[in-house]
């Protein structure tokens, strides 16, 4: 790569994010007509009704059927996008009320023998009727068969973890930067494939656009905030609470323009296909498994074979040595910043579909783990972070078959604490001399 | 760098070793013994120490090229680092597995190689840490002022008197980053004195130091010697080990290679070998890059060295500053 | 506009109890950080725990709320070991990484449906004020002066926590002029060089982490007084914003915390009335009154990275004494 010195950097930087600001102009455009509809209303002529919100893992789902039958009545609707629904009702009385678990995304049921209630209205002209739901165990799946289901999806999401995980390692690596905006950078990914998509961009073009963009992002913070932070020779621990403002920053941005619902991209939660007992994998899942596989297997050869990645592996190890021995650190923390962009870009939309589902704060979620992952791993060594990552993706995973869901990130946080206490450089870092 | 026109040479102390001058000779009267001593870092033996001792009452100087496993062994005797193997005791106390911390309550304290001045605290206070056994140090009694008041005004006389020795009485009120590198080190050592110490271990006291204050930091070494204290020091500067080191020793590749007092082991071909032999073709501007030329396997090997004696500096900066490069650090601080 | 209820909105604000509760958190986060260089991502989950410990000890346990504060206390203590052991031993970001997580894992356990019948899970606890209430000195009614007019349960709320803070305020005065926060001090520019000087730095951390994790818990016990504790108000962002406050008002001073919280909780309260209410007079075209109210968060992260840059002291600190160690 040629050091392309011919356009003075802020000028460049400004153009870049005169770009930044026209794509969210186009983004807030497209969110208005993407607004989650009013709820789904059956009977809306008559007096009464019947309502409520299915949501789980307080995730709205969309597309479940309930039924409201009784007193010679009977009528069914399927829940909005978000998870919103209302079923009118001619007469006070009681009725049945009953949620149709087969319209359940996969894993998630209705706690045991609550799907159908008895429910009355008497005194107001209205009831709220909400169900439990859970993480889905349902009685016909043995356990090995969970189990495989279970790793299966560890996999996919230490997998698309790791992603996220090594683009953060190397940057700490690099520069020493703990960046806890890192998140974000994983959410933008996601963000910008909405927003492609709702430019009514066909998803082969979508897709590789967003995670282009996450690395021109990448690009853009590194040349307009973090080289003037390391020019000025600022501490890390100040730029590490930069990063932090940075995270807060564009978190609400992200909540300005797409506000605080939940939203998914074309294709997330697809039937799987059953692979044998009752284990099912979407095409979407092996697609996602295929591409982090393959991506990854791209950044651990150019890490070892070509000349900047093993640059970057020098400066990790020693960046004075480094930047005496003639690399040009600046411009190799210019492309690590790229290359965790685009990664972290590519996790977004990963998670998006893995989750599934597009937030604003997701990825103050997935931050805590890929920084889990990297110390579990060994902080700065990138191959650290992908075996943190698959460790702790399967943990996150697996952990359900013995804890409750809403718990599970619980487990790999613990075991971190643990892992720390017994081996604190990590499973694959290195001791260090103090003197 | 160094200089010693201005002042008479000190007199050295003699007769501290039993039988002859060779690695791992027995002392009259040792403060520390060391046996066996080993640390490895990734496969590499930093520290491989079968047996030495270090005299009391004397200054002795620990010298070799880099990488020889100095500061490493400095770190190890201090309870800094742990040793894979060995057992070492200092004044008859046998010192494995004691924390640093305590190390130093005994009586053993040590000043590190990139000079550790408490920037943000004044110079005053800087003295004030190093004093022992402070009433106030303790949470409970440090919030009532009658409880340490006495004792605090008893620390800050000493450590006025200290920095006055050491000519920094003037600068007591102002923040230890203001000071420049050479009185940094200066009030390291000062500071190292609070504790009324018996071994005194220096890191390379004339590092980075203006030849100005060379001077004074030698005759401080020399004035330690006769208040009594041993003096351990690495040092590269070979005119000053010869000036004021009463006992050298050598190290090599983490070994002692050689032992004795200053002008025969200057002599020593293992010596002039550990210096010379390994890296007397390389051009040192091919190391630092600041030549372009080929690399050849000796400036591969000189680098390894030189990462393992920085590598502790890792991530240590936001990026690629220089640490071992104390003038730089100054500029940024002002 | 109603510049009238949008001044004494703003105004009320300066001894609002979350205002006070920030500013306890605060002070613990100077003690850890602007004195001890402890870089503690988890002060959420330390308030976490005083006021699920306060309200859970009340309602669960049925101890009189005194004794729900001195839980809360407890709770937090045995938190900062958690944190500590494993972590004061090793390098500074791995405390960030692991408050941060350790704080995380504290607000999914109370957010979990496992032990509803203790923490209520998402919806949080209330009805616990009765005996705070019961032992409020002040009498009945409503008085006061301007915005700032309350009931006698709010005047109590607000004059136990103001205590609070005076005490809190006080005991780090006294400390950080004593010789064990000379100390502590020299921990947070070398703890190797401290070390050397036969201090046990690992036990002047756990105190430091100790003492700022009980101002934190007091924080969360302030912020619960007055209404209820809901699990989502302790995430990450909680901490972060107590981060923005206290390098806000002065990372090692024993004031800048307070003036931090109070600037802090003044201009976000302003700015939460005046910009929806300039978003719906048209003044702000291309807005929704939703996306101005979030606009105000957006500031706070953009005044963290500024402040960071280019006033790292804060207001109130030294000019030469930059709160960040170059270590």
Redesign the interface.
């Known amino acids: 790569m040629s050091s392309p010195h011919s356009v003075p950097a802020p000028r460049r930087a400004r153009t870049i994010l005169l770009f930044f600001a026209l794509l969210f102009g186009a983004l ?1 455009l497209q969110s208005a007509s993407a607004a989650p509809a009013q709820a789904d209303e059956v009977g809306t002529e008559y007096d009464f009704y019947f309502a409520g919100n299915v949501k789980y893992d ?1 995730e709205p789902l969309e597309d479940v059927n309930i039924t409201v039958e009784g007193n010679g009545y009977k009528a069914d609707v399927d829940t909005d996008a978000e998870g919103k629904w209302k079923i009118g009702v001619p007469e006070k009385g009681t009725y049945t009320v009953t949620l149709d678990e087969e319209t359940l995304p996969e894993g998630v049921i209705v706690a045991e023998g609550s799907a159908s209630v008895e429910s009355e209205i008497a005194l107001t002209n209205s009831k709220i009727v909400n169900y439990f739901l859970g993480e889905g165990v349902r009685e016909t799946t043995s356990f090995f068969d969970q189990f495989v289901e279970r790793t299966v999806n560890g996999l996919n999401f230490g997998l698309l973890l790791a992603l996220a995980a090594v683009g953060a390692s190397l940057v700490f690596g ?5 960046n806890f905006a890192h998140g974000e950078m994983v959410t933008f990914g996601a963000v910008m494939a909405l927003m492609f998509t709702n430019l009514q961009l066909p998803l082969w073009a979508a897709l590789p656009a967003a995670v282009v963009m996450s690395g021109v992002f990448g690009y853009v913070l590194d040349t307009g905030l973090w080289r003037p ?2 020019r ?11 990063s ?10 992200y ?2 323009f797409i ?1 605080g619902g939940t939203y998914q991209l074309p294709g997330a939660g697809e039937a799987g296909i059953n692979l044998f007992g009752s284990v099912t994998l979407s095409i979407t899942d092996m697609i996602s498994m295929a591409t982090s596989a393959v991506v990854l297997l791209a950044m651990a050869w150019w890490l070892v074979r070509t000349r900047t990645g093993k640059a970057t592996r020098a ?1 990790s ?10 690399i040009d ?1 600046d411009r190799v ?1 210019r492309i690590v910043w790229i290359l965790a962009g685009a990664l972290a870009g590519l996790a977004g939309i990963l998670w998006a579909y893995f989750r599934p589902g597009i937030k604003w704060d997701m990825g ?1 979620q997935i931050l ?1 783990l890929v ?2 992952a990297i ?1 579990l791993g060994g ?2 060594t990138a191959f650290g972070a992908l075996l943190g990552s698959l460790i702790v993706g399967l943990l996150v995973e697996l952990s359900t078959l013995w ?2 869901s ?2 599970k ?2 487990g790999a ?2 075991v ?2 643990g892992v ?2 017994v081996k ?1 450089q990590g499973l694959l870092g ?6 | 760098m160094s200089s010693n026109s201005s002042s008479q040479s000190p007199v050295k102390t003699t007769g501290l070793h039993i039988g002859d001058a060779a690695p791992g000779v027995a002392k009259v009267d040792p403060i520390i013994i060391a046996d066996n001593v080993t640390r490895t870092f990734g496969g590499l033996k930093a520290v491989d120490v079968e047996h030495v001792e270090i005299p009391r009452g004397a200054i002795t100087a620990l010298i070799g090229p880099n990488g020889a496993g100095k500061t490493t062994l400095f770190n190890l005797l201090t309870g800094f680092d742990k040793p894979d193997t060995g057992t070492w005791t200092f004044d008859g106390t046998r010192l494995n597995g004691i924390p640093a911390f305590r190390v130093a309550r005994m009586g053993q304290v040590r000043t590190f190689q990139l000079t550790k001045a408490l920037g943000l605290l004044t110079v005053l206070e800087n003295m004030k840490l190093g004093a022992q056994k402070q009433t106030g140090e303790n949470v409970f009694s440090s919030l009532l002022k009658p409880l340490w008041r006495k004792q605090e005004v008893e620390i800050e006389e000493r450590a006025m008197e200290i920095l006055a020795r050491f000519k920094l009485d003037t600068k007591k009120d102002d923040f230890a980053a203001s000071l420049s590198g050479g009185q940094r080190k200066l009030l390291e050592m000062a500071r190292a004195l609070m504790s009324s110490p018996k071994l005194v271990m220096l890191d390379e006291p004339m590092a980075g130091v203006n030849p100005a204050l060379t001077q004074s930091l030698l005759d401080h070494i020399l004035n330690l010697k006769t208040e009594g204290m041993s003096v351990l020091f690495v040092e590269h500067d070979m005119h000053m080990v010869r000036h004021i080191a009463d006992w050298v020793i050598v190290m090599a590749e983490g070994r002692i290679v050689a032992e004795g007092d200053p002008e025969t082991v200057m002599q020593d071909a293992a010596v002039i070998d550990a210096y010379l032999g390994s890296h007397q073709d390389v051009d040192l501007g091919v190391v630092t890059g600041r030549i372009s030329g080929e690399k050849t396997a000796e400036v591969e090997d000189l680098l390894a060295e030189i990462d393992a004696e920085v590598g502790l500096t890792d991530s240590s900066a936001y990026i690629a500053d220089t640490p071992t490069d104390d003038t730089a650090k100054e500029e940024d601080t002002k | 506009m109603d510049w009238e209820a949008i001044l004494s909105n703003t105004a009320s604000w300066l001894i609002s109890p979350e205002t006070i509760a920030y500013a306890l958190a605060a002070l613990g986060l100077a003690v850890h950080f602007g004195y001890g260089g402890l870089l503690n991502f988890g002060m959420a989950g330390f308030m976490a725990l005083g006021a699920y410990g306060y309200a859970i000890s009340i309602l669960t346990f049925g101890l009189p709320w005194w004794a729900g504060i001195l839980v809360g206390c407890l709770a937090s203590v045995v938190f900062a070991f958690i944190l500590g052991i494993p972590t004061l031993r090793l390098r500074a970001d791995y405390l960030a990484i692991v408050t941060i997580a350790a704080a995380e894992i504290v607000r999914l356990l109370f957010t979990t449906q496992v032990f509803d019948a203790v923490t209520n899970s998402a919806d949080g606890l209330g009805n616990y004020h009765e005996g705070f209430r019961a032992a409020n000195p002040f009498p009945e009614g409503t008085y006061g002066f301007g915005p700032w007019t309350y009931n006698a349960n709010g005047w109590w709320v607000r004059i136990f926590g103001i205590g609070l803070l005076i005490i809190a305020a006080l005991l780090v005065w006294l400390l950080m002029r004593s010789p064990w926060g000379r100390v502590l001090k020299g921990i947070r520019e070398d703890e190797d060089a401290v070390r050397a000087l036969g201090k046990n730095v690992f036990a002047y951390k756990m105190q430091a982490l100790i003492i700022g994790g009980i101002f934190g818990a007091l924080g969360g016990v302030v912020f619960a007084l007055p209404s209820a504790v809901v699990p989502s108000v302790y995430v990450t962002s909680l901490t972060f914003f107590i981060w923005t406050i206290l390098l806000l008002g002065g990372a090692a001073t024993v004031f800048g915390p307070i003036l931090g919280a109070v600037i802090f909780w003044v201009i976000m309260g302003f700015l939460s009335n005046v910009l929806p209410a300039m978003a719906s007079s048209g003044l702000l075209p291309f807005m929704s009154t939703t996306q101005a109210a979030t606009l105000r968060f957006i500031f706070v992260g953009l005044a963290l990275m500024l402040i960071v840059i280019f006033r790292p002291q804060g207001i109130l600190g030294n000019k030469k004494e930059l709160t960040f160690v170059k270590q």
């Open positions: 807030i307080s690099t520069t020493g930067l703990s932070l390391r000025k020779g600022i501490g890390i621990v100040q730029v590490m609470i930069v932090i403002g940075l995270s807060l920053l564009i978190r609400y941005v909540l300005y506000g400066i190890d020693n960046p004075s040595l480094a930047a005496a021995s003639g650190v923390v103050t805590l920084f889990g110390v902080l700065g804890i409750p809403d718990i990130y619980v946080l613990v971190l604490i720390l206490l604190p290195r001791k260090e001399r103090i003197g």
